[in-house]
């Protein structure tokens, strides 16, 4: 029963961080879309 759980919350961990890496680079291309708009004016990219 133990093992059981920890399995769980091992899996609830790799699962919530999949979803923070997948969220992470979402804003990454979303930053890299706006950098390319407006690099000439910040400087940035």
């Known amino acids: 029963r ?10 609830i961990k790799i699962i919530e961080e999949g ?14 879309k706006e950098g390319r708009k407006e690099g000439r004016k910040s400087g940035w990219g």
């Open 2 to 11: 133990l093992a059981c759980q920890i399995k769980l919350t091992n899996n």
């Open 19 to 32: 979803r923070r890496k997948k969220e992470e680079g979402r804003r990454k291309k979303e930053r890299s």
